[in-house]
Antibody
Framework: EVQLVESGGDLVQPGRSLRLSCAAS????????MHWVRQAPGKGLEWVSG????????IYADSVKGRFTISRDNAKNFLYLQMDSLRPDDTALYYC???????????WGQGTLVTVTS | EIVLTQSPGTLSLSPGDRATLSCRAS???????LAWYQQKPGQAPRLLIY???TRAAGIPARFSGSGSGTDFTLTISGLEPDDFAVYYC??????????FGQGSNLEI
């Protein structure tokens, strides 16, 4: 059974940092592109960042470029999102998701909540 | 930048009805890289359709996708109570490489 379990969400002040983790199991993690998608409270879905299986290809949404860093550890089956210089508009539920070869997201975690407020 | 606009924002129907949800792209979507997701309150999104018209694994046949270019449609035939949810379209390609529509709320 495919499982994606996010953790690391918290309430933080603007300007602070946070690191999200996503533990993957039940599929060939080291052969899968992985992404982060977020959803602000009561709002729609926003793609955040993605990383290829080898970490050789990394992309970011303009809204987080230069502040967020995606990474992965294939030996441990973990995906990460380092979030620096957090802003109130980064407040959201952050999902990790597996991307298929067809460029869609077929498995999602349940999300971890990040709240940025003073 | 490709912008996806979904309509209607809210659709009120009854079980047994047919739902037609639209997703319009501001530019041509190449290779039909268009997907549909269902999201229920408190749950993660669930992939329904990819490649504009291919049902994902385990998705009932009452869900169908169609369209190409800039106009895409998700049709749900014979609505069941479990189908009332928010639906999002998503594309791949261009800048940003991935984006979602704003969602359509299908309510009873």
């Amino acid at each position: 059974e495919v499982q994606l379990v996010e953790s690391g969400g918290d309430l933080v002040q603007p300007g602070r940092s946070l690191r999200l983790s996503c533990a993957a199991s039940g599929f060939a993690f080291d052969n899968s592109a992985m992404h982060w998608v977020r959803q602000a409270p009561g709002k729609g879905l926003e793609w955040v960042s993605g990383i290829s299986w080898s970490s050789g290809d990394i992309i970011y949404a303009d809204s987080v470029k230069g502040r967020f860093t995606i990474s992965r550890d294939n030996a441990k089956n973990f995906l990460y999102l380092q979030m620096d210089s957090l802003r109130p508009d980064d407040t959201a539920l952050y999902y990790c998701a597996r991307r298929t070869d067809g460029y869609v997201f077929d498995y999602w975690g349940q999300g971890t909540l990040v709240t940025v407020t003073s | 930048e490709i912008v996806l606009t979904q309509s209607p924002g809210t659709l009120s129907l009854s079980p047994g009805d047919r739902a037609t949800l639209s997703c319009r792209a501001s530019q041509n979507i190449r290779n039909n890289f268009l997907a549909w997701y269902q999201q229920k309150p408190g749950q993660a999104p669930r992939l329904l359709i990819y490649g504009a018209s291919t049902r994902a694994a385990g998705i009932p046949a009452r869900f169908s996708g169609s369209g190409s270019g800039t106009d895409f449609t998700l049709t749900i035939s014979g609505l069941e109570p479990d189908d009332f949810a928010v639906y999002y379209c998503q594309h791949y390609g261009g800048s940003p490489p991935y984006s979602f529509g704003q969602g359509s709320n299908l309510e009873i």
